[in-house]
Each structure stands twice: as C-alpha cells, then as structure tokens.
Nanobody, 124 residues
C-alpha cells in the first residue's frame, strides 16, 4: 500500500489543523494505522493509532484530549484532527500502516508502510 500524508502547515498556538493520509494500492481495511511525529534530530514518536475498523483509538499522553484520530475505510483515508496546538507540537508528521495491525503499537519498527511526512509548524 502507498500512503500520502497531507494537511500540514503553519498555525498559531491554540489553533487547529487536520492531517489526512490517503492510501492506495491495497485493501485499506486490513491495516492498523497510526500517526507518528519526528522532532529534529530525534527518533519518530507515536502520536495516535487506530484499529482496522476504526472503533478503537490510542493516543500518546502528550496529545490526549487535544488530538483525534479517525478513518473512513470507504475513502481509504485516515485523519488526525489536531486542536489546541502548542509550539512543542512542531514536527514532521508521518502516517504508517501495519497489515493486520491493531493501531496500538507505539514502536515505529512495527509498521510496514510509511507516508512521506508533512510538516506542522506551530508558532508562539
């Protein structure tokens, strides 16, 4: 499956953005999906994950209550709604897929496919 992330940009602190991850070339519904982010010079960190059906969502503590992950299998697309953004949310955001995954895996090593990344910049 190929993944294409989009929706990043520049936003002021307290603002909102919605990221999208469009999948092609596979049966989207068999993939557990997740968002990761990478700060300069750091490893990728888990942000949020979602089960194959979309009924279960998982979040890093740092984004819980502010970010919301969802997916529309009929549109082969996953989303990350980001609210109350903070300057420390500034990072490159990546979407990831794991065949028959649960979306619960927080290690990037567990994911098979990656999007190209989209930059989110939050100004203070």
């Amino acid at each position: 499956v190929q993944l294409q992330a989009s929706g990043g940009g520049l936003v002021q602190a307290g603002g909102s953005l919605r990221l999208s991850c469009a999948a092609s070339g596979g049966t989207f519904g068999i993939y557990g999906m997740a968002w990761f982010r990478q700060f300069p010079g750091k490893e990728r960190d888990f942000v949020a994950g979602i089960s194959r059906s979309g009924t279960a969502q998982f979040y890093a503590d740092s984004v819980k209550g502010r970010f919301s992950i969802s997916r529309t299998n009929a549109k082969n697309t996953m989303y990350l709604e980001m609210n109350s953004l903070k300057p420390e949310d500034t990072a490159v955001y990546y979407c990831a897929a794991k065949a028959w995954g649960t979306g619960r895996d927080i290690s990037d090593q567990r994911y098979d496919y990656w999007g190209q990344g989209t930059l989110v910049t939050v100004s203070s």
